[in-house]
């Protein structure tokens, strides 16, 4: 909650601070013809007393003349290319004049003009002769202004071009996806050799061997996450894309009347160029980072890969407001104007931004966020306020704050729609046990009106002392009356959850809890003739969960499996009650225990198999362990297959599919290891056989 209330407080200090921001200006033609004829004539002649006075081309007929000759060079002196100019003189200047006006100019110009060099002698505001501008003085003109002005309409459309970018990606993949839910048919017709070759090289494999899921580390001091092959190739043509469209049509112009040096134009025009496609695709950061982001409904992403997506626009986003303030600053350099600039309040605001964008890309490295989260999160709530804002302070007098507003706003929708989710579950009292002396169970009462998204993931509140404004994302499993967690301990909330309920006698609590989602999308494998569910460890939530749904929903011609592993036997104690109700099904469940050995900590599970309810404190002190735990759980669950050591993932892949009917889907979530090495054996099995074969990883890394 604190991160609402934060941002809150920005979004409102921005906007109520800011003042009125101006509209988005379009410098067509007719406006670059205007003030580049118009600052060449009024900077070399002098028709006006007053320096850069525009006023004499609505008042003076030599002036007005002398402006449409240089119009004239450029063939710009027809009815359209004046129509800004007239505009100008009747908004502007309040002196209308009418195209008739303008011909009648340069009829004059034409009969009575001198040429500039031919000019003598005058005083500042008594000159009343045309003046005939040289030619390619006003050629120069108009391509500098060109140059300036018309970099700016073009850096709006490129920026549109990198929000496209992404809508065409999004687009191609919800007709993918959304294609094998509406017509499941295609699977199997769509299983050709280019499919599978589509498959086993580029949507489903790791960038490289096998790692995905698991962390990799750099030199043994950073760590980080490689995205997938096809969000690699997706990253790598938009970091492409804003690479050409930051670099074309930008070129110094010969004579340039508007800079007097070539680096300090290019430095403008790079500066200009990067701002505002970086201020142009800031909703875009903003989007891709929500929860209640409606392109996960649309592409059936999941929030993991948009979060890759959010982390790698986020780096392009910085970086392209990095270049756009060392070119401007390199600008104030050249022309010595640092001090003075530099006190500009949208120059401070802007270097305010930039640096909270450094600054989040460091703060937001894998090795710091994963070991001091609850830091991590204030800090990028902090600084990702002071970006924005800063950014808004920067651009609302230069005509860019619309973008700013479109930022807010999928902002503010993101916020409101996770209170409302909240609120449409209610604060509850939930019952939270420790169990194994490393997962929490955390059975909360559920509204009749909430629906569960079988396999999806929702984030629980904890009105915990210190916690309480935090959510973190669990899966869970749905009972009628129930939704129930598993939540591994780690650090955070996890780890005070487990100090407090170790020192309570049953290990067990109740607390006020809140629920936000359910968030996320079922698996499209309803479909295939066999699904087998590999979990480990605390992966079972989110897998029993969908197993079940699809175990109450199948026919007799689907064949689910699920597999469990787990390295001691305490931690069936977990699964034990739901279990219970697959003694006459078909489903296969089998149970891996790595290591067998390891008997200790199974008092709840001994006190579950015999129908205990007493205390932990209660059974720790009247009986003893059961040394031979694991017979016992085979005795009281015989329709379960128990199998001792650590199995092999490609033997379970390549006995499966040759069991399966025509195709077959591998649902996966555990440790990332585990998870990269079945991708990795399901891909490689992809074109040795004439089944269709699918993987899909439930485990989601964004943290």
Known sequence: MSGLTYLFLAFFLGLGLAGKPTNLEFYGAGYQSFYACGYYIVLNLEFSATPYDYSVFCTNPAAIATLVGCYADEKRNTSADTAFWRDQCETMYLSPITYENITDGYQLLLEEGVPMADLGNYTAGELDVPVIVPREDALAAMDSYTMWLGNYNKSVYYGGAA???????????????WGLILFPGLRR??????????????????????????????????????????????????????????????????????????????????????????????????????????????????????????????????????????????????????????????????IVATFSGVLICFQGLLFLRRRWYEIFLVLHIILAAFFVIGSWYHVYELG????????????????????????????????????????????????????????????????????????????????????????????????????????????????????????????????????????????IPGLYSEFEHLNKAADSK??????????????????????????????????????????????????????????????????????????????????????????????????DIKEAGHSVAFVVCGTSYMVDEARYQVVSNIDRTNKRVDFYEALEVWA
């Open 163 to 177: 929000i496209a970018y992404w809508g065409i990606i999004c687009l191609l993949s919800a007709v993918a996806n």
């Open 400 to 539: 860019y704050s619309q973008f700013m507003y479109a930022t807010f706003a999928v902002w503010a929708f993101d916020r409101i729609v996770r209170v409302i989710r909240m609120v449409w579950f209610g604060f509850p009292k939930a019952e939270i046990s420790l169990f194994s002396d490393d997962t929490i169970k955390v059975e909360i009462p559920k509204p009749a009106r909430w629906k569960a998204i079988p396999g999806g993931h929702a984030y629980v509140y904890f009105m915990h002392l210190y916690h309480f404004w935090q959510s973190h994302p669990f899966t869970y499993n749905e009972l009628d009356t129930h939704v129930t967690f598993f939540c591994k301990v780690k650090s955070g909330v996890t780890k005070s959850l487990f100090k407090h309920l170790s020192n309570l006698p049953g290990k067990s609590t109740q607390m006020r809890v809140s629920v936000e989602g359910p968030y996320g999308e079922s698996h499209p494998i309803k479909h295939h003739s066999d699904v087998v569910f590999i979990a480990g460890g605390n992966g």
């Open 189 to 350: 017709s769509c299983d050709g050799k280019i499919s599978r070759i589509w498959r086993k090289y580029i949507t489903l494999p790791a960038l490289v061997r096998k790692k995905k899921a698991t962390t990799q580390s750099f030199f043994k001091v950073l760590s980080f996450i490689v995205p997938s092959r096809l969000e690699s190739i997706v990253i790598f043509g938009f970091f492409w894309l804003l690479f050409i469209l930051n670099a074309v049509h930008i070129y110094a112009v010969k004579n340039d009347t508007v800079f007097d040096l070539e680096k300090s134009a290019l430095n403008r025009y790079v500066a200009d160029r990067t701002g505002i496609i970086c201020i142009i695709i800031l909703p875009l950061l903003v989007l891709f980072g929500g929860r209640n982001n409606f392109l996960m409904w649309a592409t059936r992403w999941k929030f993991a890969t948009f979060m890759t997506y959010h982390r790698w626009i986020a780096r392009f986003e910085v970086l392209l407001a990095f270049i756009h303030s060392v070119c401007f600053w390199m600008t104030f350099v050249i022309y010595g104007d640092v001090a003075e600039e530099s006190s500009e309040n949208y120059v401070v605001w802007g």
């Open 558 to 655: 689907q064949k689910l499996k699920l597999k469990w592993i787990i390295r001691e036997i305490k931690s069936f104690a977990w699964m034990c009650k739901e279990f219970q109700r697959y003694q006459h099904t078909n489903a296969e469940i089998t149970v891996f225990v790595t290591r067998p050995d390891l008997v200790g900590g199974t008092e709840e599970l001994v006190s579950l198999l015999s129908g205990d309810n007493s205390s932990n404190e209660e059974k720790s002190t009247e009986k003893e362990p059961d040394t031979d735990i694991l017979e016992h759980v085979r005795r009281e669950f015989p329709y379960i297959t128990f199998k001792e050591g650590r199995p092999e993932l490609q033997d379970i892949v390549e006995s």
